[in-house]
């Protein structure tokens, strides 16, 4: 649970992949629907298969909204935007939406009696991602996570029947930290692409300054705060763990995968001593597997 589109920190061979199609009823600015595959948790491979084509469509979702945000001509989005709320609206209204992406995740909303709001959200962070490149606080970036990740966790407790408010909440810990682990990998990306996600009150204690964030090395001052960003998602991680245990069945398998994961990334982040210039860092699948067994081993032995 995360911003759904980079759901790499335990990625592998997902239930099946979508072609590369383009949909918008052709529009030749809407970015081609990309394969699910290398996003889906290696973790949840193991679910049945009327788990993993939901959970498949949630992703589909994510995946183009992000693809619209980042990869669509600039000047196209907003409206591409428009296209799919438009959708949004059919798909309450009880009428069929046009996009492929959005026909998937309306029978699924149906079936399982997903809201509108995370839906919304998704968009609505995307939008903000063309208007705001930079958060001046650890605050404001976590307001920020309230609407490019938590919406997938609220998506993803729908899916399996499971969500309630006291669930809601934990999750949204879960994914606020799985997008701020994202942001520590993907440092050196995030800035060329004109975004910066560390705080600026957080690099201006380290003393960081832009030239540091598109360095081919890493530096000292970068890595601290790259660090202290790390241990607060830590923090976030422990606030809400608590889940699997109100969690049961394959529910509590998927989102133990995505704990692990998230734990299994700050271990690699730390073992490869924050230098984020140097490579993407991530766990091994075995890594991040073990991780899963100890979360599910230590919540049923309480």
């Not at 335990?10 to 239930?15: I, Q, V």
């Not at 490579?279 to 899963?292: K, Y």
Request: glycine share 8%.
């Amino acid at each position: 649970m995360l911003k759904a589109s980079r759901l790499d920190t335990a990625s592998g061979p997902g239930p099946r992949a979508a072609s590369a199609t383009r949909p918008g009823a052709g529009d030749p600015a809407m970015p081609p629907e990309r394969t699910i595959r290398e996003n889906f948790p290696v973790a949840l491979r193991i679910l049945p298969a009327r788990h993993r084509a939901a959970l498949g469509a949630v992703y589909r979702y994510a995946r183009l909204i992000d693809d619209i945000g980042d990869e669509a001509p600039p000047a196209d989005r907003g409206r591409l935007f428009d296209l799919v709320d438009r959708d949004i609206d059919r798909i309450f209204a009880g009428t069929a939406p046009e996009l492929p992406a959005l026909r998937a995740i309306g029978a699924v909303a149906r079936e399982h009696g997903i809201p509108e709001a995370p839906l919304r959200k998704l968009v609505q962070a995307n939008r903000q991602d063309q208007e705001i490149h930079r958060y001046a606080t650890w605050d404001q970036l976590v307001e920020y996570c309230a609407l490019s990740a938590d919406p997938v966790g609220h998506l993803v407790l729908h899916v399996f029947d499971a969500a309630s408010p006291e669930r809601l909440a934990l999750s949204d810990h879960i994914c606020t930290a799985l997008q701020v682990i994202e942001h520590c990998q993907d440092v050196a990306e995030d800035f060329a692409d004109g975004r910066v996600y560390l705080p600026a009150t957080d690099l201006k204690l380290f003393g960081c300054t832009d030239a540091d964030l598109g360095a081919e090395t890493t530096p000292t001052r970068l890595r601290g705060v790259v660090a202290r960003n790390a241990d607060r998602a830590a923090a976030l991680l422990d606030e809400g763990a608590p889940l699997i245990g109100k969690l049961d069945g394959w529910a509590r398998v998927a989102v133990a995968g995505y704990l692990a994961g998230g734990r299994a990334t700050l271990a690699a982040l730390s073992g490869g001593a924050y230098d984020v210039h140097a490579a993407r860092l991530r766990p091994s699948r075995a890594r991040t597997l073990g991780e899963a067994l100890l979360i599910l081993g230590r919540d049923v032995a309480k």
